[in-house]
């Protein structure tokens, strides 16, 4: 999937990154899952120009946008952050992850307006994401590649599962209080 994004982006002369626009995707799927084709699509014309987009590649993105609906909405826990694979340098998917959490940060604040009234953990999980959007993983002379790649490994992880904890805690159904008779 990672390849045939990027060829689309190409296509399309788009200067985002895959991972980026994936982040974008989730952020907007996190925070508004009940969107239609037409509104996800307005948003995503905030962060890309959908007018030059012929039917056939409007189409592969709208595949894209399925694939995280379905990924978050059904919470099978087998929703993947979208980053090149393990062959590429491990300073190469640090930056395609810091990306990612920087199109997420970005969707999520368009599409959500109550981050004041979100629990605790998921504040955290928002500032957690600011910080890995911030980060610059340089280690192509690090001594130590296994424990650089143990570390990236775990924080994939981490925000993988946090993007799930993320939906759940947005799209939680508030409960009733039970009524006595």
Partial sequence: MYQKTISLLEQIKESMSVSELHGIICGQVVTKPALNVQQ???TLQ???S???IERQQMKQINLLYE????E???Q???FEVLLPDDQASIASRAGALSKWCEGFLASFGIGFDAVASMSEESQEVLRDFVEISNM???NEDDSNVQESEDDLMQL???VRMATLFLFMDCNAVPEQPEMLH
């Fill in 40 to 42: 996800w699509q307005a």
């Fill in 46 to 48: 905030e962060f890309m």
């Fill in 50 to 52: 959908l007018s030059d």
């Fill in 67 to 70: 694939h995280v609906h379905s």
């Fill in 72 to 74: 978050l909405t059904k």
């Fill in 76 to 78: 099978a826990f087998d």
């Fill in 136 to 138: 610059a993983w340089d």
């Fill in 156 to 158: 994939i992880e981490y």
